[in-house]
Structure formats: structure tokens, C-alpha cells
């Protein structure tokens, strides 16, 4: 995950954050996702990109049961 600091935060700061899924790789259980964080002013603070991995049956993670 890499992370840009655009302005600073300070005590008190009311942050949105938005996070948007930009590609699925289902073969390697795979996301690439970037987001952007804003203070209550609207204003841009933070922007980050990077991937992570999906959780897959064989790792524990209990299947969603399908649907009828």
C-alpha cells in the first residue's frame, strides 16, 4: 500500500475515507483498490493505491452459502 500526504490533520479533523475496488484478479484472490481521504472542509489529505488478497474457503474463511 503506498500513501501520499497532501495537507496536514489536526485534533478535532472530521475524515471521510473512500476506498474503490479498480481491478479483481479471481485467479490469484486478488484486488487492486485505491481511495482517498478528505477533511470536513472537502479538502484532499490523503490519497493510497495498493492490492490485497481475497480470502479463499481453503484458508478457513466459511463459503457464503448459494443462493436458492
Not at 10 to 16: A, I, N, P, S
Not at 22 to 33: F, L, N, Q, S, Y
Amino acid at each position: 500500500i503506498t500513501f501520499r500526504y497532501l495537507k496536514p490533520v489536526y485534533v478535532g479533523d472530521v475524515l471521510h475515507c473512500t476506498v474503490r475496488v479498480t481491478a479483481v484478479d479471481p485467479e490469484r484472490h486478488r484486488i487492486e483498490m485505491e481511495g482517498e481521504v478528505t477533511n470536513q472542509d472537502g479538502a484532499l489529505v490523503l490519497a493510497t493505491s495498493g492490492y490485497g488478497y481475497l480470502p479463499r474457503h481453503d484458508w478457513g474463511v466459511p463459503r457464503k452459502p448459494a443462493s436458492e
